[in-house]
């Protein structure tokens, strides 16, 4: 297929900060394949009376999945030209390292570790022949900093910044950007309503750190920020 749409793949889009960054995306005309497992939630991200909804390409994607994942990459690389991965997906359980079980512990890295590693995996070969791409990952501050009651999830991020750390080096002479982006508390349904409840007012809102991840993405210069932590305003919790 010739002249397909320059795309860029946003993972987690059905809510939380991947919603927002899919619909600042297409709010800049920008061609989005938004992924995530919950189908229903990701159709109404973009409403279809939206006059940018052309822009936006919903794909019912699980990344903890592996063989589901590189069947919908080979359908979406037929489809589009992808320039731009922003690996955003992630779950959690907030329990002590005792308390997990062996299937959260697997879910948690099949979804925020390995997903992230096989789609930059089949996105890179594209990105190579081209020479240029950029590669976006949301992290967490968890990747660095002590977090009690989440240690698979700080396991799961840091494994993924050691790893971008390396594909960087490994990309840079193709023109190809490595940024991880780390922040710290933030709104979104991956905590507890409790928390939400409590903390909510004290947290980054998913609209800001979107909007923050776009600036970022669309920075046209010689300098790349490789690595950006981002905390609300008041510190963390």
């Known amino acids: 297929m010739k002249n397909k749409p320059r795309s860029v793949i946003v993972t987690g889009a059905s809510s939380g900060i991947g919603k927002e960054i899919a619909r ?4 800049n005309k920008i061609h989005v394949v938004a992924c995530s497992r919950k189908w229903t939630k990701l159709k109404s991200v973009i409403s279809h009376r939206d006059e940018n909804y052309m822009y936006y390409h919903p794909y019912k994607i699980d990344v903890g999945n592996l063989t589901g994942t590189k069947k919908a990459f080979s359908e979406i690389s037929k489809k589009f030209t992808v320039y731009g991965l922003v690996n955003n997906a992630g779950i959690t359980a907030f329990k002590t390292a005792v308390d997990h079980t062996e299937k959260e512990i697997e879910n ?4 925020n570790l390995f997903g992230a590693i096989h789609l930059t995996k089949f996105t890179l070969p594209g990105m190579l022949k081209r020479n240029e791409g950029i590669i976006l990952n949301i992290l967490s501050v968890a990747a660095k900093n002590v977090f009690t009651n989440s240690s698979v999830y700080s396991a799961s991020k840091a494994g993924l910044l050691a790893y971008m750390n390396v594909v960087r080096e490994e990309v840079k002479e193709s023109n190809i950007k490595i940024i991880n982006i780390l ?3 933030t709104a979104t349904p991956i905590w507890p309503d409790k928390a939400l409840n ?5 947290m980054m809102t998913a609209e800001d750190v979107a909007e923050f991840v776009f600036t970022v993405f669309n920075m046209n210069s010689t300098v790349v920020p490789e690595e950006i932590v981002i ?3 008041h510190g963390d919790l």
């Open 198 to 202: 409590n903390f909510a007012g004290r």
């Open 24 to 27: 600042v995306f297409v709010r």
């Open 108 to 111: 948690i890295l099949k979804v």
């Open 231 to 233: 905390r609300p305003v």
């Open 183 to 185: 922040p710290g508390a």
